[in-house]
């Protein structure tokens, strides 16, 4: 009796678990993966950093996602190299996974450009962890704006910067301004959550470049038509502790900064030894294979693919339907039959805004404000991992539309020691010595331009700081 071929797939995403569901009817054997133990949803998980959502609502385990796929089995790792010569996959503390197929959906990471420091000042939103750590800066930010005396301190930490104008940065700017605009409403008394400053930084000429542009600028007024403060064009060129430094030496003084900008392949997609675009993305072959390894597949955020002349949007319907073609290759070698190139199908580009707002290009009609909302509704509750998940999510958004009131607005303390509670590091932050003690007046900071806060959401005029 022949050995069952050996399928190995590394990462348990959006990708690697369709892949994994659709070879459990298949004579093979399958291997799952990852580094962690269950499956994100990463589309919701801007609104576990505005406490909106609680982690477990957006997540799934993976051994119950596969308990009826017989032959698969899940293991908990993360991988360290891959020798595609010998067919083995490297898993940390000295393991070896022999493969006859591999499927690699390991997605990507966070990018900084090549300023690795910002990222202590400015965290991105890509794991669990990022969101709660985030939700934590947030909510720790309006803590000490109440504790805070000075008016020109407390502007600091009533003021939010949002790095980047793709989906991630559109919706956690129109999150954060409900957040402060109605769910924190009277719960303060020495300033008014009202008073809260978004200011969205964007390199490119206009937010969503991905959408079509007429909805791309309608976005952009809905979104200041609620107060949040847009700068296109403006690639940042500094980021610390106490703001951000962009475009031609304009500054924004901000206490908490949110990096939603970039992100790089999975470092794996070195280990290949293939063709890399200059993103660091795979090229692959016509079926997905890897040139000169046609029993390896590359699929998901990993790959650059590029349809009418186009690049393929990373976005979870690009890993869903990779991973049904790499499987359906699979599934053709194992009748000898002859493979065939993977086509991309676009089902459509949404991003919301806040309650009743949203943009929709749906390939055939576009839409805008609540029938867009209610089209990214539904279709995030029926791809929502779980159907307890779905239940909860449900009844978790429909408290908050009748209440504006948030179920999640819970501090967790920082592992790190420095960072517990409101403790070493904003009380050191507060006493900044560019801000000047209590009482004094700030050093002079006349050569630089500052973004100044404004009355109406139309234009960012630049002004000297003012100090009154």
Do not use: C
């Given at each position: 009796?022949?050995?069952?071929?050996?399928?190995?797939?590394?990462?348990?995403?959006?990708?690697?678990?369709?892949?994994?569901?659709?070879?459990?009817?298949?004579?093979?054997?399958?291997?799952?993966?990852?580094?962690?133990?269950?499956?994100?949803?990463?589309?919701?998980?801007?609104?576990?950093?505005?406490?909106a959502?609680?982690?477990?609502?957006?997540?799934a385990?993976?051994?119950p996602?596969?308990?009826n796929?017989r032959?698969?089995?899940?293991?908990?790792?993360?991988?360290?190299?891959?020798?595609?010569?010998?067919?083995?996959?490297?898993?940390?503390?000295?393991?070896?996974?022999?493969?006859?197929?591999?499927?690699?959906?390991?997605?990507?990471?966070?990018?900084?450009?090549?300023?690795?420091?910002w990222?202590?000042?400015?965290?991105?939103?890509?794991?669990?962890?990022?969101?709660?750590?985030?939700?934590?800066?947030?909510?720790l930010?309006?803590?000490?704006?109440?504790?805070?005396?000075?008016?020109?301190?407390?502007?600091?930490?009533?003021?939010?910067?949002?790095?980047?104008?793709?989906?991630?940065?559109?919706?956690?700017?129109?999150?954060?301004?409900?957040?402060?605009s109605?769910?924190?409403?009277?719960e303060?008394?020495?300033?008014?959550?009202?008073?809260?400053?978004?200011?969205?930084?964007?390199?490119?000429?206009?937010?969503?470049?991905g959408?079509?542009?007429?909805?791309?600028?309608?976005?952009?007024?809905?979104?200041?038509?609620?107060?949040?403060?847009?700068?296109?064009?403006?690639?940042?060129?500094?980021?610390?502790?106490?703001?951000?430094?962009?475009?031609?030496?304009?500054?924004?003084?901000?206490?908490?900064?949110?990096?939603?900008?970039?992100?790089?392949?999975?470092?794996?997609a070195?280990?290949?030894?293939?063709?890399?675009?200059?993103?660091?993305k795979?090229?692959?072959?016509g079926?997905?294979?890897?040139?000169?390894?046609?029993?390896?597949?590359?699929?998901?955020?990993m790959?650059?693919?590029?349809?009418?002349?186009?690049?393929?949007?990373?976005?979870?319907?690009?890993?869903?339907?990779?991973?049904?073609?790499?499987?359906?290759?699979?599934?053709?070698?194992?009748?000898?039959?002859?493979?065939?190139?993977?086509?991309?199908?676009?089902?459509?580009?949404?991003?919301?805004?806040g309650?009743?707002?949203?943009?929709?290009?749906?390939?055939?009609?576009?839409?805008?404000?609540?029938?867009a909302?209610?089209a990214?509704?539904?279709?995030h509750?029926?791809?929502?991992?779980g159907?307890?998940?779905?239940?909860?999510?449900l009844?978790?958004?429909?408290?908050?539309?009748?209440?504006?009131?948030?179920?999640?607005?819970?501090?967790?303390?920082?592992?790190?020691?420095?960072?517990?509670?409101?403790?070493?590091?904003?009380?050191?932050?507060?006493?900044?010595s560019?801000?000047?003690?209590?009482?004094?007046a700030?050093?002079?900071?006349?050569?630089?331009q500052?973004?100044?806060?404004?009355s109406?959401?139309t234009?960012?005029?630049l002004?000297?700081?003012?100090?009154?």
């Amino acid at each position: 009796m022949s050995r069952r071929p050996h399928v190995v797939i590394v990462g348990a995403g959006f990708g690697g678990l369709k892949a994994a569901r659709r070879l459990r009817r298949l004579p093979v054997d399958v291997t799952v993966i990852d580094r962690r133990n269950y499956q994100l949803f990463q589309p919701l998980l801007y609104q576990v950093a505005i406490a909106a959502l609680a982690p477990n609502q957006i997540t799934a385990p993976i051994r119950p996602s596969l308990r009826n796929a017989r032959n698969t089995r899940v293991l908990l790792g993360d991988v360290t190299g891959i020798d595609l010569d010998r067919r083995l996959v490297h898993v940390a503390h000295e393991r070896s996974i022999p493969f006859d197929y591999l499927i690699l959906a390991a997605g990507s990471v966070p990018s900084y450009f090549g300023h690795e420091e910002w990222r202590e000042h400015a965290p991105t939103l890509k794991s669990i962890e990022q969101a709660l750590d985030i939700r934590r800066r947030i909510l720790l930010a309006f803590e000490a704006a109440e504790l805070e005396p000075d008016p020109e301190r407390r502007r600091m930490w009533t003021t939010f910067a949002l790095i980047g104008g793709g989906p991630t940065g559109v919706e956690l700017a129109g999150a954060l301004s409900e957040l402060s605009s109605k769910a924190m409403e009277g719960e303060f008394r020495n300033f008014d959550p009202r008073s809260t400053r978004v200011v969205l930084v964007e390199a490119m000429d206009r937010i969503l470049p991905g959408l079509h542009p007429k909805l791309s600028r309608m976005a952009r007024r809905e979104l200041e038509r609620r107060g949040i403060e847009i700068q296109t064009g403006q690639k940042v060129t500094g980021v610390d502790a106490l703001g951000v430094t962009f475009g031609e030496g304009m500054r924004l003084d901000a206490k908490t900064i949110i990096w939603t900008a970039g992100v790089a392949v999975s470092p794996l997609a070195k280990e290949l030894g293939a063709a890399l675009d200059k993103k660091g993305k795979v090229l692959v072959e016509g079926d997905l294979s890897l040139p000169g390894h046609s029993n390896v597949f590359v699929i998901g955020d990993m790959v650059h693919w590029e349809q009418n002349g186009r690049p393929v949007a990373d976005v979870a319907q690009k890993a869903l339907q990779m991973a049904e073609h790499a499987t359906r290759m699979i599934r053709r070698d194992l009748r000898s039959r002859r493979r065939s190139r993977f086509r991309y199908r676009d089902k459509g580009y949404m991003a919301v805004i806040g309650r009743n707002a949203a943009v929709a290009d749906l390939r055939f009609i576009k839409l805008s404000g609540t029938p867009a909302w209610f089209a990214w509704t539904l279709v995030h509750l029926i791809w929502l991992v779980g159907f307890r998940n779905r239940i909860t999510v449900l009844a978790d958004w429909f408290w908050t539309y009748i209440t504006n009131r948030r179920a999640a607005r819970i501090i967790i303390p920082s592992a790190r020691p420095e960072t517990r509670a409101l403790g070493r590091e904003e009380q050191m932050s507060l006493n900044d010595s560019r801000l000047g003690a209590p009482g004094q007046a700030p050093p002079d900071r006349s050569q630089e331009q500052y973004i100044k806060p404004r009355s109406k959401p139309t234009g960012l005029p630049l002004d000297r700081p003012s100090l009154d």
